[in-house]
């Protein structure tokens, strides 16, 4: 059985989903009763109820397990704190295989998530557990935070430069290659950066969201200030608040890009496009319609 933290966000479901294809038996590790419901009406796993930074958790969950499939909660203070623990449980439980989600170029600084991560990775080189590390890019499925406007409105607005590079990639190319490294043996060891196809500015992605929604579709830079208010308007943690401003200002400089092959090659076909991500998500937005 292959134990997903975080199961029930944004990427845990895609992993599992995708380790479900593969008839793989699957143990969710969920926050609370609510996600628990909720998940048992949408897959057929095993699920946990337990709060990642308590140990008696960490300590219980990995029974019957052989792999896990660690993805620290977004933005989260204690990211290194809750990797080293479960890196922790993993070993004491004698797991084969500990797949950890991390993120493309965590040697970042700049960015306390990436450097979070990173000292998770450090970690596991020293653990003695068989290791494989996951860095992906930034998620095609980010803008979908921005749908509404973008449908409705026709803008697009990001709190960097319209300029700045990225190498979107789609989470379900993501999540096949988690369950692929889970799957095959020959992945020990490994550490794959999982960059979209395409590397293309806000500006062209812009472009192609408009060609494939048939509406014009326009980038507009807010001010930092200005995403600030939005931000706390949703509630969202000092840290969390502090580390996406750092994480803006970065891409504002320097974009966050990098290559496809890594990609490619893991899943023997084409890396989703951009374009294909914008045209399906256009049509299952009309779906939802009907
Ligand atoms: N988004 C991207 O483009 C991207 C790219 C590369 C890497 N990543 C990394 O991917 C990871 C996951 O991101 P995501 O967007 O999938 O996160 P997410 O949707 O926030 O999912 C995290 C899940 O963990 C749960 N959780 C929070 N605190 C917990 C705790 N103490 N114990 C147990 N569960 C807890 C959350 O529950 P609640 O909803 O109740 O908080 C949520 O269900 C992050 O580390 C991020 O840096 C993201």
Redesign the pocket.
Known sequence: MILV????????QAVVRALLANGQTVRM????ET?LELMSSLYDTDIVV????VESVLSNVFDGIRGVYH??????PD?LSIGLAMISAAKNSGLNQFVF????HPQVQAMP?HWQ?MRVEEALFTSGIPYTILQ????MQ?ILVEWQNIMQLGIIRVPYSPESMGSPVDLKDVADVAALVLCERDHIGAIYELCGPDVLSYQEQATILSEAIGRSIYVEQISLDEWKVQANDVGLSTYSLESLLKMFSYYDLYGFWGGSHVLRNLLQRPPTSFMEFAINQNKKNQQDLL
């Open positions: 933290t975080g199961a029930a966000g944004k990427t845990g590790l969920v926050r609370n996600q337990g709060d990642m930074t993805i620290c909660p977004n933005m989260h990211e989600h991390s993120v493309l998530h991560k992906p890019a930034a998620y980010n």
